[in-house]
């Protein structure tokens, strides 16, 4: 589990692709502070294990469907990554819940400048629009964020000077495809309605008007 706040932005130092995934060597220093073997970190997004760690570096292995469903596939040896070790019970959860399971790739179709800030916009696949709500957080490459606005097809954020200089968010440009997380608790809350919604457990009323003035909601 992350917070979607990054610790630093380490880069990719090495790449070893095979038929059964990829191992990454990702430079780093602060992420190292006392990892150890089997610890996760979030990669720009994708929650992966470290399998090796060194002084100035640990090694992940991504699986065929990490790099299928992620932008690690398209990583270059040299770019930078955007690192967050797992959260330990009792720290701050100044971001929100993040799994680091990604949910799809994002296209960047709009950046602009407005009062120091920069306000990015994105083309939304039309599965995920119903997760992604005004006011609501969202990951982007590992970053949390607040969405601005919403619609069938795009949502925007915005980001302020410390994250752009501090994320490889400030770094994208019009159609790069950025890994998105939505919000895990709008997930889990429309597969425990949608029994009642659609009356599909004979045990239990579905959500209906009647419903909720029984329960003193109306």
């Known amino acids: 589990m992350f917070t979607g706040l990054i610790e630093e932005k380490g880069y990719i130092k090495k790449i070893n692709s095979g038929a059964e995934g990829a191992e990454l060597i990702i430079g780093a220093r602060k992420v190292l502070s006392g990892l150890k073997t089997g610890d996760s970190v979030a990669v720009s997004g994708p929650c992966l294990t470290a399998t090796t760690v060194g002084k100035d570096s640990f090694t992940a292995w991504a699986m065929p469907e990490t790099m299928k469903r992620s932008n690690l596939g398209l990583l270059k040896v040299g770019q930078p990554v955007n690192l967050e070790r797992a959260l330990a019970l009792g720290d701050r959860l100044g971001g929100h819940l993040v799994s680091g399971h990604v949910d799809s790739l994002v296209t960047l179709s709009g950046r602009r400048e407005q009062g120091g800030a920069f306000i990015l916009s994105f ?21 949390s964020l607040t969405v601005i606005e919403a619609e069938n097809n795009y949502f925007s954020v915005g980001l302020i000077p410390i994250t752009a200089a501090e994320t490889t968010l400030g770094q994208k440009e019009i159609g790069a495809s950025l890994n998105l997380e939505v919000d895990m608790i709008g997930k889990y809350v429309e597969k425990m309605l949608i029994p009642h919604l659609r009356g599909e457990d004979d045990r239990e009323e579905t959500i209906t008007l009647s ?5 003193g909601y109306l």
């Open 211 to 215: 419903f909720l003035q029984k329960q």
């Open 123 to 143: 083309a939304l696949p039309e599965h995920l629009a119903r997760y992604i709500v005004a006011k609501g957080s969202v990951a982007l490459d590992g970053v």
